[in-house]
């Protein structure tokens, strides 16, 4: 067990809709990071979040969006989907926003889109 | 802009069979270099990391990889493998400068057979 809790673990809904996958990241972690996992692109780095602040942005549409509570879970939120957007959807969170450590990974969150 | 290349997407091997999964990056500057695994149904976990030092690393369960700053290489060995070994492996890649995310490999899937 990471540490890391992502939910829900599956999801399946409609072309158009929109999805809210959470995540709370490891007991005193402030960095939390948000994959996209898909079968053609791989593991795709979609946006970090640091003690409540955007740290960096990677291949994330501008359908999606993030943000980072007081609290330190962290929401992702999926709209207009698509069925280009079904995929594994991970969570990971450090202690810091410094690369040189680990990054704990959640177990997914399974987005279907029909 | 850094990438990841692992070469080889599916890897057979018999049960206590040596392996190398291959994995080579491109960057402009130093690097962090990682090896991450994902069992079924499961997380990444990190499975070692080479941030400075001696270019050979290792794991606690018996892998291997050496850092090879020519020939921009981070591959991953063991010389005898497990049925438990069954994942897939990710490499993955953070330059000094990063804001912390990973790039990551598109992953081999290791599969032991007995």
């Known amino acids: 067990d990471s540490g890391v809790t992502q939910t829900p673990k599956h999801l399946i809904t409609a072309t158009g809709q929109r999805v809210t996958l959470r995540c709370s990241p490891r007991s005193g972690d402030l960095s939390v990071y948000w994959y996209q996992q898909s079968l053609d692109q791989g593991l795709q780095f979609l946006i970090q979040y640091y003690n409540g602040e955007e740290r960096a942005k990677g291949n994330i549409l501008e359908r999606f969006s993030a943000q980072q509570f007081p609290d330190l879970h962290s929401e992702l939120n999926l709209s207009s989907l698509e069925l280009g957007d079904s995929a594994l959807y991970f969570c990971?969170?450090?202690?810091?926003?410094?690369?040189?450590?680990?990054?704990?990974f959640g177990e997914g969150s399974r987005l279907t889109v029909l | 802009a850094q990438s990841v290349t692992q070469l080889d997407s599916q890897v057979p091997v018999f049960e206590e069979a040596p392996v190398e999964l291959r994995c080579n990056y491109s960057?402009?500057?130093?690097?962090?270099l990682f090896w991450y695994v994902q069992y079924p149904n499961q997380g990444l976990q990190l499975l070692l990391k080479y941030l400075s030092g001696s270019t050979l690393v290792e794991s606690i369960n018996g892998f291997e990889a050496e850092f090879n700053k020519s020939q921009t290489s981070f591959h991953l060995r063991k010389p005898s493998v497990h049925i438990s070994d069954t994942a897939e492996y990710f490499c993955?890649?953070?330059?000094?400068?990063?804001?912390?995310?990973?790039?990551f490999g598109k992953g081999t899937k290791l599969s032991v057979k007995p």
């Open positions: 960057s402009s500057v130093s690097v962090y």
């Open positions: 990971a969170s450090s202690v810091d926003a410094a690369i040189t450590g680990e990054l704990f």
């Open positions: 993955a890649v953070s330059d000094w400068g990063s804001q912390g995310n990973l790039i």
